[in-house]
């Protein structure tokens, strides 16, 4: 879709100056851009921007913002329409702080709605076109030959369309369930991009403060939203580490450490090979004082914990994994429990007959 709506970063600068650090630009633009795409697809929209020539006024940059299908289902007024709220809605979320808001989020979902209307009326259109396509192609198909006719083979063949209904149906990203709240300022994704963006600009201090706004093609532009450096520190994250997570694992062990000492182990584990601490000093002794042996294909059923953290575009990554205890070592179908296993096994049984007895009173 070809419109002159924009989006605008506006670049407050000391001493009315209109030049900035190209670096420090670029960084930003890709860490905002990265963003509000990411916000708009979860919102169930792909949309792409094209750049535009910066003016002075401090420094503003400009994008174009288009979808990234073909919109002929809806009109010029409604696609711009729809962009503007998809926008306007990923400006409010940006700038939202890191936290709980039942307002941004309602309006997250009703956005969310929308766009999933627009994309229903964009599959309905295909299909259409598509079955148009087949009639015309049939009428076009050459008929049977007469007994009298050049040899079969040298007729053209016109291709069968394949069947796309199924594709064309295709749900845009979203939610699984449309009532559920997105809560997308509270995003991993949009809180290490909005951390990436103003960590570049606390470090500048040409920038006195930032702001956003939207510009529809035919209407009003939207208030901009000015950031003042005072609060740029406030939407730096204080860590990139991520909680643990624990997870009840088969892992299968390729290689044993059998010596004191903190050298870690080796295994497979969801299909991929891990080097792990073992955790389980019981378990591990036994190992190093050969009570334990392994041999190929000996496996260990455990509870496994996964340390991550957020890399540069946001996503969890895992840094580290650790076995904290081991319940039982598996080999050629023989299953051997350890100490720390049965007393989970007993523990587990103690708390299923408390429940029991509970609902008996109840």
């Given at each position: 879709?070809?419109?002159?709506?924009?989006?605008?970063?506006?670049?407050?600068?000391?001493?009315?100056?209109?030049?900035?650090?190209?670096?420090?630009?670029?960084?930003?633009?890709?860490?905002?851009?990265?963003?509000?795409?990411?916000?708009?697809?979860?919102?169930?929209?792909?949309?792409?921007?094209e750049?535009?020539?910066?003016?002075?006024?401090?420094?503003?940059?400009?994008?174009?913002?288009?979808?990234?299908?073909?919109?002929?289902?809806?009109?010029?007024?409604?696609?711009?329409?729809?962009?503007?709220?998809?926008?306007?809605?990923?400006?409010?979320?940006?700038?939202?702080?890191?936290?709980?808001?039942?307002?941004?989020?309602?309006?997250?979902?009703?956005?969310?709605?929308?766009t999933?209307?627009?994309?229903?009326?964009?599959?309905?259109?295909?299909?259409?076109?598509?079955?148009?396509?087949?009639?015309?192609l049939?009428?076009?198909?050459?008929?049977?030959?007469?007994?009298?006719?050049?040899?079969?083979?040298?007729?053209?063949?016109?291709?069968?369309?394949?069947?796309?209904?199924?594709?064309s149906?295709?749900?845009?990203?979203?939610?699984?369930?449309?009532?559920?709240?997105?809560?997308?300022?509270?995003?991993?994704?949009?809180n290490?991009?909005?951390?990436?963006?103003?960590?570049?600009?606390?470090?500048?201090?040409?920038v006195?403060?930032?702001?956003?706004?939207?510009?529809?093609?035919?209407?009003?532009p939207?208030t901009?939203?000015?950031?003042?450096?005072?609060?740029?520190?406030?939407?730096?994250?204080?860590?990139?580490?991520?909680?643990?997570?624990?997870?009840?694992?088969?892992?299968?062990?390729?290689?044993?450490?059998?010596?004191?000492?903190?050298?870690?182990?080796?295994?497979?584990?969801?299909?991929?090979?891990?080097?792990?601490?073992?955790?389980?000093?019981?378990?591990?002794?036994?190992?190093i004082?050969?009570?334990?042996?392994?041999?190929?294909?000996?496996?260990?059923?455990?509870?496994l914990?996964?340390?991550?953290?957020?890399?540069?575009?946001?996503?969890?990554?895992?840094?580290?994994?650790?076995?904290?205890?081991?319940?039982?070592?598996?080999?050629?179908?023989?299953?051997?429990?350890?100490?720390q296993?049965?007393?989970?096994?007993?523990?587990?049984?103690?708390?299923?007959?408390?429940?029991?007895?509970?609902?008996?009173?109840?």
């Amino acid at each position: 879709m070809g419109n002159g709506s924009r989006l605008e970063v506006h670049y407050y600068l000391t001493d009315d100056l209109h030049t900035m650090d190209a670096l420090v630009r670029n960084r930003c633009e890709a860490d905002f851009l990265a963003a509000v795409a990411y916000i708009a697809e979860s919102l169930g929209a792909r949309v792409h921007f094209e750049a535009t020539v910066p003016t002075e006024g401090g420094f503003r940059d400009f994008w174009q913002v288009a979808f990234d299908k073909d919109n002929r289902a809806m009109s010029v007024n409604a696609l711009v329409a729809l962009l503007t709220l998809l926008i306007n809605q990923a400006v409010a979320t940006w700038n939202a702080p890191p936290r709980p808001n039942p307002e941004l989020e309602r309006q997250q979902i009703e956005i969310n709605h929308l766009t999933a209307k627009h994309m229903r009326l964009e599959n309905e259109r295909s299909e259409l076109e598509i079955k148009k396509l087949e009639r015309d192609l049939a009428k076009t198909e050459t008929p049977a030959p007469l007994a009298s006719s050049p040899d079969v083979s040298e007729r053209t063949v016109v291709p069968k369309i394949p069947d796309q209904t199924s594709a064309s149906r295709e749900r845009p990203k979203g939610n699984a369930d449309e009532n559920q709240p997105l809560g997308l300022q509270m995003d991993p994704k949009v809180n290490k991009r909005r951390s990436n963006f103003y960590k570049q600009l606390v470090t500048y201090e040409r920038v006195t403060a930032v702001g956003f706004r939207w510009l529809p093609e035919n209407g009003p532009p939207s208030t901009e939203r000015i950031v003042p450096r005072s609060d740029f520190n406030g939407y730096l994250l204080q860590t990139d580490v991520l909680p643990p997570e624990t997870f009840d694992a088969v892992v299968e062990i390729v290689s044993p450490v059998i010596t004191q000492g903190d050298m870690l182990w080796k295994g497979r584990w969801n299909g991929q090979t891990i080097s792990f601490a073992m955790d389980d000093k019981a378990f591990k002794a036994e190992v190093i004082y050969k009570k334990m042996a392994f041999q190929h294909g000996d496996s260990i059923r455990c509870e496994l914990e996964t340390e991550r953290k957020l890399d540069e575009g946001g996503n969890a990554k895992v840094t580290a994994y650790r076995v904290l205890t081991v319940y039982e070592k598996m080999a050629g179908g023989e299953v051997q429990e350890t100490p720390q296993g049965r007393r989970r096994r007993h523990e587990a049984r103690y708390a299923d007959s408390q429940a029991d007895m509970f609902r008996d009173a109840v």
